[in-house]
């Protein structure tokens, strides 16, 4: 066998896809010297050979597979029962769970999943907002959890929603213009202190400046840095104050290490933040300071005890602020309540890397292959996970991954889903072009998903946009786990690649929206004002921008062809998409009602599209040169009642969840 042969069958042992096919049907092979260049980077990582992916410390099984005893053991259940197994003997029905399997002085993690995540029983409609960009005439400058329980009191009557879909509320750094992206976050195991509701924490006294608190309410984006300090110094003032309690410290002590390293790390950063200015991440901090498990974080626990405990303090008060929120989404009658949002990424100078760096691969970075969005494919400048040592500690940190981002909601939307089956790694030294897909347990992460999804009663949308293997789609459906369908992209392919599919054609399990934070809003779509920011902002030239605005053209008329076959346009309207300038009223209420009718079992509207904004949230490709993640919504959460227009796009939604049968008062 050829020495290159040889090669490539030893990485594809280790996950690495010697070939994908694109969005298109063109095949790619991965080159040599990418194949070498990931080898050595999962060896570096595992400290396996070629080909070896590691000692198992886990059995994960389905909750009907019949186990079979390898050898003689005991299995301990999470509730302390021991069951004893001889060799070749199939242990009775095992509950779900976490449990050990005891075998001479080995012991092995048994996992026993449910076969399918837990679903809502009935189809349902749901708004989704940004949370830092609800506007109020009460918040600091950004939406915080007060906001959102009096949305909540707004969308049940007005729009008669059962859930409310939020964007990933994760820590971040809030300094702008590089660390404010919810997708990615400081840590994926915390959320961040800026949604406080600061003045209805005990102990809090006024001492803000008045005209400052106006100023940053006034603000058309979201002032992170600003509005970051002002909460802080409130925070702090309320936590001299009025220490914690027995219930916050007995949470903390729950919390365990996660937490322990999360607020140590935070203390950190601002104990020499505040030493340099110009010190912003932990790859520059001193050596000393770089290793979580060193002698130097010892001392500085011990010195800086109460810092540390100030950032665990923030933590309960955000875990009991938003526990409270959905606790009030039920009783107003959402069976769903709170749909929240986990980030695929993590920043590479966040807690996260700092804390658990042997979960991570370096020497690569996460990215897409090219595409017709991205002829040059993407590079999102995060580390892959380290499979190996996921693995080995019995996937204890990725379980906590998603039993944190689901706590306190009825849904959670797991960004790129495609990352539980495959990622696409960029080695260092090479460009976007140049990766190749390395493969992960998938059976494995997504039982462990559905485990979680059914204990905590959280249906789980998997957003499946992009190369998706047939195989992932597949997978998710025996699973239960919901498929994102965006208006955009479901086209009739089997008919014509360029026709919309009807609403009946769409799947029950699902979730459908008309487009996501990356992507036009509807009314932008209409006019091209994705493709006109793209231009101004650089990131396509007049060419690339003349030949987007021909396809939306093409594009637009297939969907208003749509919109009449599907009987939701007035027959004396045009017929000719060119003839219509902007989003009408008549094409708003066509399109709403176009997603509201599909079978789907969860149907979604974001904000922008409901209150027919012009600009999307974020723009793929920039920083500066566009304001992503500020963006406040058009009106207050008070003039969402009072304003005409406010109350006319309200009304729009309403006679579409009501006709559907999504409405939460038709269920109830």
Request: hydrophobic letters at 40%; proline letters at 6%; a negative charge.
């Amino acid at each position: 066998m050829p020495f290159d042969d040889a090669f490539r069958d030893a990485a594809e042992r280790l996950g690495i896809q010697q070939q994908f096919w694109d969005n298109f049907g063109t095949p790619h092979v991965t080159t040599e010297a990418t194949n070498r260049a990931i080898v050595a980077a999962i060896e570096a990582a595992s400290g396996s050979g070629p080909g070896d992916r590691g000692e198992s410390s886990v059995l994960v099984i389905g909750e009907s597979e019949p186990f079979r005893a390898p050898a003689d053991l005991e299995i301990f259940t999470e509730s302390g029962r021991r069951i004893p197994l001889t060799a070749g003997s199939i242990a009775p029905k095992l509950p779900l769970g976490y449990h050990e399997m005891r075998s001479g002085r080995r012991t092995t993690r048994l996992i026993v999943a449910p076969d399918r995540a837990w679903q809502p029983a009935r189809r349902s409609a749901g708004f989704g907002v940004t949370l830092y960009g609800l506007r109020s005439e009460r918040n600091w400058g950004c939406g915080d959890f007060r906001d959102l329980r009096d949305l909540i009191d707004w969308a049940v009557p007005a729009l008669g929603v059962d859930f409310i879909a939020l964007n990933p509320l994760h820590a971040i750094h809030n300094r702008r213009p590089f660390n404010t992206s919810p997708y990615l976050p400081n840590s994926i195991f915390y959320r961040n202190f800026l949604y406080l509701d600061v003045e209805s924490i005990e102990g809090y006294q006024p001492a803000e400046d008045p005209a400052e608190l106006a100023g940053l309410r006034q603000s058309p984006t979201v002032e992170y840095e600003q509005v970051a300090a002002v909460k802080h110094k409130a925070l702090e003032r309320i936590f001299r104050s009025n220490p914690p309690g027995r219930e916050c410290l007995e949470w903390i002590e729950r919390e365990g290490e996660l937490l322990r390293l999360y607020a140590t790390y935070c203390a950190i950063d601002e104990y020499l933040h505040a030493q340099d200015p110009n010190l912003w991440i932990w790859p520059d901090w001193p050596e000393k300071y770089r290793n979580p498990t060193g002698p130097a974080i010892d001392t500085f626990a011990r010195k800086n005890a109460r810092a540390i405990l100030f950032h665990g303090w923030l933590q309960w008060l955000v875990d009991c602020q938003i526990a409270e929120v959905q606790k009030h989404a039920l009783t107003m009658g959402m069976s769903i309540g709170l749909y929240h949002d986990l980030a695929l990424a993590t920043d590479r100078c966040g807690s996260d890397l700092w804390a658990w760096r042997p979960f991570f691969i370096t020497g690569c970075r996460v990215g897409s292959p090219p595409d017709g969005f991205s002829p040059n494919g993407q590079d999102w400048s995060f580390p892959p996970p380290n499979a190996v040592r996921h693995r080995a500690d019995a996937y204890r940190l990725f379980a906590e991954s998603i039993r944190k981002s689901m706590r306190h909601g009825g849904a959670l939307r797991i960004d790129h889903v495609m990352r539980l089956f495959r990622l696409y790694w960029i080695p260092a030294g090479h460009s976007a072009k140049e990766g190749a897909y390395v493969r992960d347990r998938a059976h494995d992460l997504v039982r462990v998903l559905a485990l979680e999804s059914v204990r905590q009663q959280c249906a789980i949308v998997g957003e499946d946009l992009g190369t998706v293997e047939n195989e992932v789609r597949e997978t998710l459906a025996k699973f239960g786990i919901l498929s994102y369908k965006l208006l955009y992209f479901e086209r009739a392919f089997e008919r014509n690649a360029l026709e919309f599919r009807q609403p009946g054609e769409y799947p029950v399990s699902a979730l459908t929206s008309t487009s996501t934070h990356d992507l036009a809003t509807i009314a932008g779509y209409w006019i091209g004002e994705d493709i006109e920011a793209r231009f101004r902002a650089g990131t396509i030239d007049d060419g690339v921008r003349q030949a987007q605005l021909a396809e939306r053209a093409n594009d637009k008329q297939h969907l208003l062809e749509a919109l009449f076959a599907a009987g939701l346009m007035p027959g004396d309207y045009g017929h000719d998409a060119s003839t219509i300038p902007e989003l009408t009223g008549e094409l708003h209420f066509a399109i709403s009602g176009f997603l509201a009718s599909t079978p789907c079992i969860m149907w979604l509207i974001n904000q922008e599209d409901l209150t027919k904004e012009l600009h999307q949230q974020n723009l793929p490709g920039t920083t500066a040169e566009y304001p992503n993640w500020g963006r406040k919504m058009r009106w207050t959460i008070a003039e969402l009642g009072s304003v005409k227009e406010a109350r006319d796009c309200a009304a729009m939604m309403r006679y579409w969840v009501d006709r559907s049968g999504r409405s939460v008062f038709g269920n109830r």
